[in-house]
């Protein structure tokens, strides 16, 4: 499975942005999907994760209420909805894929990523 990250950019602080994640390969619906974030000097920290169906949806806690996760898999796409967006939301946004069945929260354990989208929220 290859993966590519688009839609980052800037947006003003409150403001909102949809991240896609573009995945090759016909077995896309057989794997979860997670979102990830990594900001200068800090480590990767989880922010969504999708089940292969859409039924089972994990967030961090620092979007919760926030950012929603979702996928088509006809398109072989995942989405991040993010809203109210806050200027600690800046940064590198990763996709990610795994072959089981379970959404992950840990990035470690995902065996495909993409190349990471920016996004830069001013205050």
């Known amino acids: 499975v290859q993966l590519q990250a688009f839609g980052g950019g800037l947006v003003q602080a409150g403001g909102s942005l949809r991240l896609s994640c573009a995945a090759s390969?016909?077995?896309?619906?057989?794997?979860?999907m997670g979102w990830f974030r990594q900001a200068p000097g800090k480590e990767r920290e989880f922010v969504a994760a999708?089940?292969?169906?859409?039924?089972?949806?994990y967030y961090g806690d620092s979007v919760k209420g926030r950012f929603t996760v979702s996928r088509d898999n006809a398109k072989n796409t995942v989405y991040l909805q993010m809203d109210n967006l806050k200027p600690e939301d800046t940064a590198v946004y990763y996709c990610?894929?795994?072959?089981?069945?379970?959404?992950?929260?840990?990035?470690?354990?995902?065996?495909?990523w993409g190349q990471g989208t920016l996004v830069t929220v001013s205050s």
């Open positions: 990610a894929a795994d072959s089981g069945r379970t959404p992950l929260v840990v990035a470690g354990l995902y065996d495909y």
């Open positions: 999708i089940s292969w169906s859409g039924a089972t949806r």
């Open positions: 390969g016909h077995t896309f619906s057989r794997h979860v």
